[in-house]
C-alpha cells in the first residue's frame, strides 16, 4: 500500500493554479461514491452536471489518472479531487479494485509490456541523412562563428550600452536560424540579468561563459557536453537506448518556469544508493498538462537514462520498477555539497543548477539569508527572500533541506518536519 | 581572494567602456578574447571555489508544551488555507484552540500572515501559535501582535504582573467568572498604572458577574482620561439599576414622559450639560442627526429598563405598542438599545414583535431564540434583512431552527433560485454540524444537499480536533 501523499504533494501536480481550485470544489466526501483504494490505485465516481457520474481513477504507481469527463486539463479536476480526498483519508480502503479499475489497470500493464517485448526497430528513412547532418554543422558552426564575432565586438565597443531588453532580438533569430536552439536559449535569458543591480558583472559572465562554450565547440572538447549546450538534438530513443542507472530516487521537488507561452517543468530528484542528481525537464504549451508523474516528497525504485555529458544531470525515467517508502533523502553537510558541485563545474562548467540534500541545517543570517551549520553556510537565492515557512519548520534546529543550488544562492525545495513528512517550500 | 576581486573588478570596468578605449594590461593576441577569456577563468572560478560564508543562527525556539494537532485536523486546515470552504477558517481556529493545540511549524507563516490582516482570529492564533508561533513572531515586526494575546499557558499568579495583556486579560477574565470581588480588588491594584486600551478591555470583562458591589468602581471610572473607559462604565452602570448614574438616569427622564390620552408625550432635552456627558451621553450628534433627537435617544438609551414601568405604569408589552407623539423613532430606538446594552429578554422579546432586529434576538434566551427565529424564517421574504435576523440567532442552531430554515431554501429554490446561495451558507455554518443527516434526508434537491455538505464537512472537522 502507498503511504498517503498530503495536499501539497497532490496540488503540485495541478496544471496551473484554476486546476487546483476546481479540485478543491470536488474533494469532499458528498461528492463522491463507491470510492475506493486498493493496492495502487484509488477510484471513485464523482457526480457531475449529467445524468452519468464521471469516473475517475489513478494509478498511484506511476502516478497516472484516468476520468471519463470531457476535460481537457491534465489531470483534470476529478482526478485531483479524488486525491485530495484520499489524502484527507476521505477514501475507504477496498479489497479488489473496481472492475472498471482492474480493467484500466490490465490495459496499462499489456501497453507497458508491449514497448518492451517488440522494441523500437528503426523505421526505413528515420537514419540520419548525412548529408543534411553535414549541412547542419556547417549552419551551427557559420552562427556560432558570428555569435564569437559579435561577443568580441561587444568588449571591443563596451557593455556599458547593453542595457536595453531588445539588445539581442536580432542575434537570437540568427541564432535559431542557424540552428543553435541551445545558444540562442541562453542568448534570448540575457535580458534577466538587466534587472540586477551589478548587471555588467553578471553580463560579462555570461558572455564569458558563451564565449568558453564556442570556443569548445571550435576545438571539440567536451563533446557531448557542449553540443548538448549549443542545442543539438537528443532523441528520447537515443538516451533511452543507452545505460540506465537504477536506485531508489527521492523526489526533491520542482520548479515551474514561463517562457514564450511555453511551461517548462523541473524535478529534481536524487538516487538513495548512488548519490546521483537527476533532472526530469518537461515542457507544455502555457494552459496544457506538464508531466505530473514525480510527486514531491515521493520515492520510487526506477531506472533513470541520462542524457549524454560529462556531469551528466538531465535523465528520463526509463523503467519504473515501484513507489518505494517515503523519508528524508540523505544528506551531506555543506562543505561535502560545495565539493559535488565543484566537481559538477569541473564537469560541466555551465552547470548553473544542481539539486543537492543538505544535512542538518539551520537558516542563518548575515544581512541576508544563509543555510548552513556551525562551519558556515550558502547564501539563498535572494527570490527566497526570507524563507519563513523554512525558519518556522526549523525553530533554530538543524534540518534536512533539499536545494536547488544556482551560482546566485540555493532556491530551498523541501525539507521534512519531526515525523519525516515532506514540507513543500 | 582580494586580488582576485579586484581583477574581477577590473574586468568589469573594462567590459563597460570596452578595449577600445580602456585596453587590457598586455596580453598575448586579441584584447576582446583576451577579457572573454579571463573573465570566463573567474566566473568558473567563483562558482566552483564558493566558500561557506560566516552567519550568525538563530536561537532555538523552545520546547513546545502543548499537544501537536493531529494530522488530519492539519490536513484540513491545509485544505480550508488553500480555499476551500475558506469561511470557516475561523470555527476551525476557535475550536482548534479551544482545545489547546498547536500548529505544525510549517503553517505558522501563513496564518500569522492572516491574522495580520484579520484582527478577529488573533485570540485563537494565540493559542495555537504554540511557543514556535512566538518565537517565530519574534522575528517578523509584521507579527508583533502575536504578543499581544493570551497564550495556552493555565492561569499562574505571576501572569498579572508579567503576562501579555492577552494573558491578562485570560486571567482576570477566569478570576471574574469565579470570584467578582477578588477581580475587581485586583484591577484596582494596579488601575493606575494600565494603558488606556487595557483600563477598556479590562472593564469590559465586568459585564461577567455584574453587581452593585461594583458601583464605586465604575462611578469613579466614569471620571477616566480616556472616553472608552467612560463609556464602557457608563454602559455598565446602566444594568444596574440600583446605581447612582441609573437614578441620576431615571431623574433625567422623570419629567419629560407623560402618559396623556393612551399616548405618550415626550419633551426632549434642550441641552445637553457636563453631568449628562460625563454619563456617557454624548453630545455631537452624527451628521444629518438633530441635537434633541439624538440626546434624547442616548438618555433613554441609558434610563435603566425598570424606571419605565413605574414612570408610565404600564408593562412593557403595552409601552412598545403605544402611540409616541413626534419622538416615536427615537424613543424606540433607545428602548432597543436599552434592552441590548442591558440585557433585558422582556422587553428584548416585547421589541422583537414589531421591529426584528438580530441584536434583540440575540438577548433572548436560547430556546426562545430558536423559536422566535424559526416563526420569523417562516414568515419572511428572501431579502438582506432575512440574513441578518438570523445571523444574531446563536450557533449551534438546532433540530427546530435547522427544519424552518431548510424548508424555505427548498422554497425559495422554486421561485429565486439565484439569491439562496447565501441563506444556504449560512444554514451550513450555523446549524448544528452534528443535524447533517437531518438535512442530508430532508430533500434530495441539490441546495439543501449543498447545506448538507458543508454540515458534514464541519462534523468531520470537529470530530478531527476532539
Known amino acids: ?425 | 581572494m582580494a586580488d582576485t576581486m579586484t581583477a574581477w573588478e577590473d574586468l568589469v570596468s573594462t567590459a563597460l567602456v570596452g578595449t577600445d578605449r580602456r585596453p587590457l594590461p598586455a596580453g598575448p593576441g586579441d584584447p576582446a578574447a583576451e577579457l572573454l577569456e579571463r573573465a570566463a577563468v573567474q566566473t568558473v572560478r567563483a562558482r566552483a571555489g564558493q566558500r561557506l560564508r560566516a552567519g550568525r543562527p538563530l536561537d532555538v525556539a523552545p520546547p513546545e508544551e502543548q499537544p501537536a494537532l493531529p494530522r488530519a485536523a492539519g490536513d484540513r486546515l491545509a485544505r480550508i488555507l488553500g480555499g476551500e470552504r475558506p469561511r470557516l477558517l475561523a470555527e476551525w481556529l476557535q475550536t482548534a484552540a479551544g482545545r489547546g493545540y498547536r500548529l505544525s511549524p510549517h503553517l505558522l507563516p501563513e496564518l500569522l500572515d492572516h491574522a495580520a490582516r484579520d484582527r478577529s482570529i488573533r485570540p485563537h492564533l494565540g493559542v495555537l501559535a504554540g511557543r514556535r508561533g512566538r518565537w517565530l513572531a519574534g522575528l517578523n515586526p509584521t507579527w508583533s501582535f502575536l504578543s499581544q494575546e493570551a497564550t495556552a499557558a493555565g492561569p499562574r499568579p505571576e501572569v498579572w504582573e508579567l503576562g501579555t495583556s492577552g494573558d491578562r486579560r485570560a486571567h482576570l477574565a477566569a478570576l471574574r467568572a469565579a470570584d467578582p470581588a477578588a477581580a475587581r480588588e485586583l484591577l484596582a491594584t494596579t488601575w493606575e498604572k494600565e494603558s488606556p486600551e487595557d483600563r477598556a478591555a479590562f472593564l469590559e470583562l465586568f459585564a461577567e458577574g455584574l453587581s452593585l458591589d461594583d458601583e464605586p468602581f465604575l462611578e469613579a471610572a466614569l471620571d477616566d482620561r480616556r472616553r472608552e473607559v467612560r463609556h464602557e462604565a457608563a454602559d455598565l452602570l446602566t444594568r444596574l439599576p440600583d446605581s447612582r448614574l441609573g437614578r441620576r438616569m431615571a431623574e433625567r427622564v422623570a419629567d419629560r414622559f407623560t402618559v396623556l390620552g393612551g399616548k405618550i408625550l415626550v419633551n426632549p432635552p434642550s441641552a445637553c450639560d457636563a453631568a449628562m456627558e460625563r454619563d456617557g451621553v454624548r453630545a455631537k450628534p452624527p451628521q444629518g442627526t438633530g441635537e434633541k433627537s439624538w440626546w434624547l435617544q442616548q438618555i433613554v438609551a441609558r434610563t435603566p429598563l425598570g424606571v419605565w414601568s413605574e414612570l408610565l405604569g404600564r408593562p412593557p408589552r403595552e409601552l412598545v405598542r403605544m402611540k409616541i407623539t413626534d419622538w416615536g423613532r427615537e424613543v424606540l430606538a433607545g428602548w432597543v438599545r436599552a434592552a441590548v446594552l442591558q440585557g433585558d429578554p422582556e422587553w428584548a422579546r416585547e421589541l422583537f414583535a414589531s421591529d426584528p432586529l438580530a441584536d434583540l434576538l440575540a438577548v433572548l434566551p436560547r430556546d426562545e431564540q430558536e423559536s422566535a427565529a424559526a416563526a420569523f424564517v417562516r414568515g419572511h421574504a428572501l431579502d438582506g434583512q432575512l440574513i441578518m435576523v438570523l445571523g444574531g440567532a446563536a450557533a449551534p442552531w438546532g433540530p427546530e431552527l435547522a427544519r424552518a430554515v431548510l424548508q424555505r431554501i427548498l422554497d425559495f429554490s422554486r421561485t429565486q433560485p439565484w439569491n439562496i446561495g447565501e441563506l444556504g451558507k449560512l444554514a451550513g455554518e450555523r446549524v448544528d454540524p452534528a443535524l447533517y443527516g437531518l438535512a442530508e434526508r430532508f430533500s434530495l434537491e441539490p441546495p439543501i444537499q449543498e447545506v448538507a455538505a458543508l454540515l458534514r464537512f464541519r462534523d468531520d472537522m470537529l470530530k478531527e480536533l476532539q
Not at chain 1, 536552439?181 to 558563451?210: F, N, Q
Not at chain 1, 528524508?328 to 563545474?345: K, T
Not at chain 1, 534546529?397 to 544556482?406: G, I, K, M, S, Y
Open chain 1, 1 to 425: 500500500m502507498i503511504e498517503r501523499w498530503n495536499r501539497d504533494q497532490v496540488l503540485a501536480l495541478a496544471p496551473d493554479a484554476s486546476s487546483q481550485k476546481a479540485a478543491q470544489g470536488v474533494s469532499s466526501p458528498g461528492k463522491w461514491s463507491n470510492a475506493g483504494v486498493a493496492a495502487e490505485a484509488v477510484w471513485g465516481e464523482c457526480k457531475g452536471s449529467g445524468s452519468k457520474p464521471y469516473r475517475a481513477c489513478v494509478d498511484l504507481s506511476e502516478p497516472a489518472y484516468r476520468c471519463s469527463c470531457p476535460s481537457r486539463k491534465f489531470p483534470c479536476k476529478h482526478a485531483l479531487g479524488l486525491l485530495l480526498l484520499w489524502s484527507a483519508d476521505g477514501v475507504p480502503g477496498a479489497d479488489e479494485p473496481a472492475d472498471w479499475v482492474a480493467e484500466w489497470l490490465d490495459q496499462r500493464r499489456a501497453r507497458a509490456a508491449k514497448p518492451a517485448a517488440a522494441p523500437r526497430t528503426a523505421e526505413p528513412g528515420a537514419a540520419p541523412d548525412p548529408r543534411r547532418a553535414e549541412q547542419r554543422e556547417q549552419r551551427v558552426a557559420a552562427g556560432l562563428a558570428e555569435l564569437e564575432r559579435w561577443l568580441a565586438d561587444q568588449m571591443r565597443q563596451g557593455i556599458a550600452g547593453s542595457r536595453r531588453h531588445d539588445h539581442w532580438d536580432g542575434l537570437v533569430k540568427r541564432l535559431v536560424d542557424a540552428q543553435a536552439p541551445g545558444v540562442a536559449g541562453t542568448v534570448s535569458r540575457l535580458g534577466a540579468v538587466l534587472s540586477d543591480d551589478d548587471w555588467p558583472a553578471r553580463l560579462l559572465s555570461e558572455y564569458s561563459l558563451l564565449h568558453l562554450l564556442l570556443t569548445a565547440h571550435r576545438r571539440e572538447a567536451l563533446t557531448p557536453t557542449v553540443r548538448g549546450r549549443v542545442g543539438f538534438p537528443v532523441t528520447k530513443e537515443e538516451v533511452l537506448s543507452g545505460e540506465t542507472v537504477r536506485d531508489v530516487w527521492d523526489v526533491l521537488g520542482r520548479r515551474d518556469e514561463e517562457q514564450d507561452r511555453l511551461i517548462s517543468r523541473r524535478v529534481w530528484l536524487r538516487g538513495r544508493a548512488t548519490g546521483r542528481a537527476a533532472l526530469v525537464l518537461s515542457f507544455a504549451p502555457t494552459g496544457q498538462a506538464l508531466d505530473a508523474s514525480l510527486v514531491t516528497g515521493t520515492a520510487l525504485d526506477a531506472e533513470l537514462a541520462f542524457y549524454p555529458g560529462t556531469a551528466p544531470l538531465r535523465a528520463l525515467v526509463a523503467t519504473r520498477h515501484a513507489a518505494a517508502p517515503a523519508a528524508p533523502p540523505p544528506g551531506s553537510p555543506p562543505e561535502a555539497v560545495l565539493e559535488e558541485v565543484a566537481a559538477a563545474l569541473a564537469g560541466d562548467p555551465w552547470t548553473d543548477s544542481w539539486p543537492v540534500v543538505l544535512d542538518a541545517v539551520t537558516p542563518m543570517r548575515n544581512g541576508s539569508w544563509l543555510l548552513g551549520g556551525p562551519s558556515g553556510g550558502l547564501p539563498l537565492h535572494p527570490s527566497a527572500g526570507t524563507p519563513w515557512r523554512l525558519v518556522a519548520a526549523s525553530g533554530g534546529h538543524p534540518l534536512t533541506v533539499a536545494a536547488e543550488w544556482t551560482p546566485w544562492g540555493l532556491r530551498p525545495l523541501s525539507t521534512w518536519d519531526e515525523e519525516g513528512r515532506v514540507v513543500v517550500l
